[in-house]
């Protein structure tokens, strides 16, 4: 039974909302490209088989450095993952054909491209150029005279104390970070990273350098014949996956607007991650006009679990956590050396490639066999990874694919097929064979369990526009994973199907979206398998008109079958204004589940370089609020104020992460200087 306050909170919460909602509806909006790339991803995917994070920061690469379409060449097209095969294509051709674009509005008349590319490309590309275009790399005194500076720190701000923070981390409680970067055109790009994490010393405790991690980069393109060169911290990606990609990992909704296309990217590593990243050099070269020669070397140290009888590696860690003297213990204590490259050939609608990679660790990896989920993971000091990645597009049509095999002869295979029966009406399949012996430690590919192992399935998507104001899309997804994973002792199956409708009147869309999810789980006595069925619905109204005012109401629902039968269900609100120099953001959610399998995500306004899609689950109340406003023409200041109020608990985390409080709240300061 819900208490008198209770009622009285979800009252207010319930008049709140409407009130926004009213406010918004009589100003005008705009939306930013993270609350468009939130749209496009399925819930909880992230604890699945994606790691949005590193793709985010991609994109926010790409905005701060937009494309410029006059210019552009297929590769860099092919760095912004949302496209296919064939829009990469069709937008070659409408340039060739009919000369520069004078305006975005020109990508319009690009018959593959669909709705949410029209919502995202706008955020990454440009049309003209500020500088004169030289031909060949341009002089220094052009570089310097054309070329931007930009300076950013920011810090995060508890106002609570961790129970580490009394006693257990060697640092304080802030979090903060500083980067620099220095970009020219599309030809040079240098930048340094460094960052802390809250209770990480700084300065002290072995982090003499000042920060715990660092991340430097200089990146060069268009040098004659070496089209791309990245010299530093930097990610890879080549084919389909199979082989190489530490660069982004799509989601079963994002695939299905690049329709499973094959990749082949050079990037500097320029966010604070501490895990997938290559250290040294690489190199893309144009052989001829069709044939292109990538290369790489890298060597770096990473993080550990030794095992105590012979100093071998039990578990490589990527949190990059470094806060209490065991994580310090465990920081940089093996090196992993790699060499590899990629060889790729296109004419016309066909392409190929072959990609190999060869790794050496000083520490061999030795996992602990004796549990069964684990008898076949990655294990040795010399790793090897061949693969063959070809395709064909036309018109209409397009074949992709990747075969890959590694040192001990275990084969991964990945194939799309996607046909655009009109501009109103593509559909796609993709098929998948990972076998339970393939590994490979720079793998990220399409798939259910998040690795390129154990799995075999049959994804197919469609999207259609049977009305003009009216879009479908929607995937069935069925895998089977032979051999036993964690929490499944034996051979098990899932399903996975999604149906979304998308409905837009003038300044107002109408979203609604519908998942259920079928898996497998061993019971408690792990004699047998038990179904653990989840559903997830959501109903979103959105209002737009202008530049202004955005406003959306949201309302989650979850159903989850475990053990028992449990339920969940949100009701947020997130308001957005902008005017000249000023934007604010607002959101407020009230949520309620009956446990942790019922949790509910909701998209949340970030800062720059911030990345997040949190879940929640219990019952409580998230408040968050975020400006930003520009000072001369070089200065921007942002702010973030995040509350969560629980009501079901006295306690928030576990262990050092303890907050002795039912509340917690956080403040981020970003300050940016461009010069």
Known sequence: MLTFATMMRLRFLLLLLLTLLTLAARSQTTADWQQVWQDMMVDGEDDEATDDADTQELLQQLAEHPIDLNRVTRQELEQLPFLSEQQVMDLQEYLQRYGPMRSLGELRMVASMDYRQLQLLPFFVCVGQEEPAERGFPRADSLARWGRHELSAAGRIPFYERRGDRNGYLGYRYRHWLRY??????????????????????????????????????????????????????????????????????????????????????????????????????????????????????????????????????????????????????????????????????????????????????????????????????????????????????????????????????????????????????????????????????????????????????????????????????????????????RVSQSSHSQDYLVEARYEHRHWVLKGRYRMHLRQLDNTQKTALRRHNEHRARLALTYSDGSQWTSTTQADLTRAANYDIEHGWMLSENVGWKHRRWQLGLMAAYFDTDSYDSRIYVYERQLPHEF?????YGR?????????????????????????????RDIIGSGLQQIDASHLTDLDVQARWRF
């Open 181 to 486: 970067e220095f970009s020219s055109g599309d030809y040079v790009r240098l930048g340094l990273v460094g960052a802390q994490d809250a209770g990480e010393p700084f300065l002290a405790a072995g982090n003499s350098w000042g920060y715990d991690a660092y991340s430097y980069y200089l990146q060069l393109r268009k040098l004659g014949r070496v089209e791309n060169l990245v010299v530093g911290k930097y990610k890879l990606s080549a084919g389909m996956g199979l082989v190489l990609n530490n660069s982004f990992s799509l989601g079963k909704l994002t695939v299905l607007q690049n329709l499973g296309r094959t990749t082949r990217t050079i990037r500097p590593h320029a966010s604070r991650s501490v895990a997938d990243y290559f250290q040294g050099a690489a190199a893309t070269i144009r052989l001829t006009q069709p044939l292109h020669l990538t290369l790489f070397g890298s060597y770096r140290p990473i993080d550990a679990t030794l095992n105590n009888d012979d100093g071998s590696v039990a578990t490589i860690i990527t949190s990059g956590y470094h806060r209490t003297p065991l994580e310090i213990q465990k920081k940089h204590n093996t090196h992993q050396t790699a060499l590899g490259g990629n060889l790729a050939w296109a004419s016309g609608g066909w392409h190929a490639g072959l990609t190999a990679v060869y790794t050496y660790q000083d520490r061999p990896l030795n996992p602990d066999r004796s549990q069964l989920y684990r008898r076949y993971q990655a294990s040795g000091s010399r790793f090897v990874n061949v693969g063959m990645d070809y395709g064909y597009s036309l018109y209409r049509l397009s074949l992709s694919g990747e075969t890959a095999i590694n040192g001990q002869g275990a084969v991964a295979t990945l194939h799309a097929l996607s046909y655009q029966l009109s501009a109103r009406l593509s559909l796609m399949a993709l098929q998948r064979f990972y076998s339970y012996r393939y590994t490979g430690l720079y793998t990220h590919a399409f798939s259910e369990a998040g690795r390129v192992q154990n799995e075999s399935g049959l994804y197919i998507g469609a999207t259609w526009q049977p009305l003009r104001r009216l879009h479908l899309s929607g995937y069935a997804d069925v895998a089977y994973f032979p051999w036993a994973r964690y």
């Open 620 to 648: 409580g109340l998230r408040l968050s609020l975020t400006a930003r406003t520009e000072v001369g023409t070089h200065w921007q200041l942002n702010l973030k104020l995040g509350h969560t109020h629980y009501y079901d």
């Open 612 to 616: 997040g899609f949190p879940a929640y």
